[in-house]
């Protein structure tokens, strides 16, 4: 049976949450857009959310960041549960669909998958994975890549037992946040995507999504 292929993805919640419906997801949480980072703009995000894909630009300043906390992070460790679902990315132009099963895999409990669910599959199949292999198994599903060159990015950020975790395939490990909760979590997820966005003030190319119960 030829596997189903998915395609590089966009901020945009009505094609993310069309492709959810492509990968076999009931409607109970959607794709809203997050207008603003300021409490007003936010408080017009329906509750519950239980993740956020920031969409941001792959600049010198951020690989620069990039680099230095990963050998900060390596140097003096951090906490990361094991009930985290993490995969690397080894697909151009599949940071999108990454992020989606990052977000989607983290909070599987809350998820009603149709029976018979590609991404329902896909997740069962690579529980028992490593970063590494989930990223080789996702090479048969994902559609062929689109060699252009793309300068912007996703990641996902959610709640895993009460922490803040960013999740993004370029990266050699997940990394932790500090604590949260689910009443918190989209307020402290923003704080981190301002962070992003400081290390790149000139930059406008910026574009936050949050999963919410629908």
């Not at 009505?14 to 076999?24: A, R, Y």
């Not at 600049?59 to 960041?65: A, G, H, N, P, V």
């Not at 060699?147 to 993004?168: P, Q, R, W």
């Amino acid at each position: 049976m030829e596997p189903h292929r998915w395609l590089p993805l966009e901020a945009n919640p009505d094609v993310t949450n069309q492709f959810l419906k492509q990968l076999g997801i009931h409607p109970d949480w959607q794709f809203v857009d997050v207008y603003g980072m300021e409490p007003e703009l936010l408080s017009m995000v329906p509750r519950p959310v239980c993740a956020v894909l920031l969409l941001f630009p792959i600049t010198e300043k951020y690989e620069t960041f990039r680099t230095e906390e990963e050998e900060r992070i390596k140097a003096k460790g951090q906490d990361v549960k094991s009930s985290v679902y993490f995969m690397k990315q080894t697909i151009n132009n599949a940071c999108g669909t990454i992020g989606l099963i990052h977000a989607i895999a983290n909070n599987r409990d809350k998820m009603n998958f149709e029976t018979n669910s590609s991404l329902k599959k896909f997740l069962e199949d690579s529980l028992s994975m490593t970063p590494e292999e989930r990223a080789k198994y996702l090479e048969t599903y994902e559609a062929p890549s689109i060699d252009e060159k793309v300068d912007l990015h996703f990641i996902a950020l959610v709640n895993v037992g009460g922490h803040l975790y960013e999740l993004d395939g370029r990266k050699p490990f997940p990394i932790n946040h500090g604590e949260t909760s689910d009443d918190s979590f989209l307020e402290d997820a923003i704080e981190v995507c301002k962070k992003f966005m400081e290390r790149d003030p000139e930059e406008l190319r910026f574009n936050a999504i949050a999963l919410s119960a629908a």
